[in-house]
């Protein structure tokens, strides 16, 4: 029997987590969430299994998550196997650069913000909140799910100047990743981040030609970083990879507070 904490699972890569996890029924799952009611309707429509608790939870809420831990724990005796910091802003900022942004300085200030509240700053407030309860589990497992688009290196390949806030906000979110790895892999911890790979979750919820246009153009951008890429892959396959990553990634094994793509292997895409 295995538990598991995720972290934005209203949709996206984050549902289809519950909904593959849920398939085993030994499974507990603990999805947080920021709007529960509508969540659980949907996860009994959609799903319709007893083993997924969903905990209202805004991950930028330190208090709020001390409170879903307290829940966890009531229902687990304390321990916790698995905690996933799924949740992410990824925000139409994405689609342009820094010289669009910097028309507004403020509101690149804030855009930046925004960003490491949620991605950065909200996934440290979950894994210091579920430590304890992890270093209590079985298989004491801490993932954030990134980016490629955090890695220099795939920027710089394509030129990729798009989505700034956000892959900056990623790439701090690996080092505190390798920051946690390196305080709890030798209490047993295996901390890492792992890259969906590119998955249609319509995330950037794309209205207007001029979107459209821009999304048009970061996608070009992801050829041009890897010729083969044909386009998003669906979630069920992206999720389906990223817990296998999960299941096989051990402290022994080499994957203590690295940053992977769910294929091990570049490019990410
Ligand atoms: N999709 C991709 O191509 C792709 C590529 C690389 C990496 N990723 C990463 O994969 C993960 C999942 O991506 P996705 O495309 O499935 O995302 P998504 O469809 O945009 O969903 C984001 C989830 O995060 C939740 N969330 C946002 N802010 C939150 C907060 N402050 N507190 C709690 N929950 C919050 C959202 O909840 P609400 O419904 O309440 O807004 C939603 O459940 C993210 O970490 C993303 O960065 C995605």
């Known amino acids: 029997m ?3 904490v995720i972290t934005g699972v209203s949709r996206g890569l984050g549902f289809e987590f519950i909904r593959q996890l849920s398939e085993n029924p030994a499974n507990t799952i603990f999805g947080l969430v920021r709007d529960k009611a509508a969540v659980e309707s ?13 905990i209202q939870a805004d991950t930028t809420d330190s208090l709020a998550l001390e409170r879903a831990a307290q829940y966890v724990s009531e229902k687990t005796n304390g321990a916790l196997d698995y905690v996933i910091a799924n949740a992410a802003l990824q925000s139409k900022t994405a689609l342009v650069s820094f010289d669009t942004l910097s ?7 804030q855009d930046v913000i925004d960003h490491f509240r949620v991605n950065t700053i909200g996934a440290i407030h979950l894994f210091n909140t579920f430590m304890p309860l992890i270093l209590k589990g079985q298989a004491k497992k801490v993932i954030a799910i990134s980016t490629g688009m955090s890695d220099p290196e795939m920027t710089l390949k394509a030129d990729i100047y798009q989505a700034t806030s956000y892959a900056m906000s990623k790439a701090a979110l690996n080092m505190a990743v390798a920051k946690f790895s390196a305080l ?3 209490k047993g911890v295996l901390c890492m981040a792992i890259c969906p790979g590119a998955v249609d979750t319509g995330s950037l919820n794309i209205k207007t030609e001029e979107e459209g246009q821009l999304a048009v ?7 041009q970083y890897s010729p083969t890429f044909e386009g998003p892959t669906k979630p069920e396959d992206s999720a389906k990879s990223v817990l296998a990553l999960i299941n096989r990634a051990t402290v022994s094994g080499g994957y203590a507070g690295v940053f992977l793509s769910h294929m091990e292997s570049k490019p990410y895409l």
């Open 2 to 4: 295995s538990s598991w």
């Open 42 to 54: 949907k996860v009994t429509a959609e799903i319709g299994r007893k083993n997924i608790h969903i």
């Open 103 to 109: 028309r507004d300085p403020k509101g690149l200030e």
């Open 184 to 186: 709890y892999r030798e």
């Open 217 to 223: 153009a970061m996608f070009e951008k992801f050829k």
